[in-house]
């Protein structure tokens, strides 16, 4: 193992040993995916830059403008997953103010607002936004969590899925 393959993590600063992707090429980088076993957390190394994480995730690059990224089956599948996600909540909670921080296109959103939610998204800049404001009409904030003005006890449930690999740093 090389002495750049030690890396520490970045939530709990134990040393990583070994990298659980490799070589992954994109925008002239060559990027790298670590694996804690310790939080069970993977994080990109070199950690890319905010505009080269919104560059990657813009619309060309991440998602077509019609917000789909997949086959259709895929897509279909994602749909499903989505409502056991909306199951999984309302398992706690039936109803209320919902927030999904890295709603990306907001199905689910979408569903849980047809399911009679308020529902407020977050994402990381407005081009990333624009599909769910524009297809489902969801109100998203955008941009550091700093700026969100979300009043305290104003939400009911905050959803957070695969977005801890996205911030900088994600102890702050």
Known sequence: MNAEDRISCPFCKEVVHGK??????KNGEIYAVFYCRGCRVGFTVPKPSAEDISELYSTGSYRII??????IFFEFLIYLFRYQRKK??????????????????????????RNGW????????DETAAYAREKYGIKIKTGSAL??????????VIALNHVLEHVDDPPE
């Open 20 to 25: 659980a992707l490799d070589n992954i090429q």
């Open 147 to 156: 700026n969100w003005s979300i009043p305290d006890g104003s939400v009911d």
């Open 118 to 125: 308020d529902v407020l998204g977050v994402e990381l800049n």
């Open 66 to 71: 019609s917000g789909k990224r997949f086959h």
């Open 88 to 113: 999984r909540v309302e398992k706690f909670k039936k109803g209320g103010r919902i927030v999904d921080i890295g709603c990306g296109r907001g199905l689910f959103l979408h569903i849980m607002r």
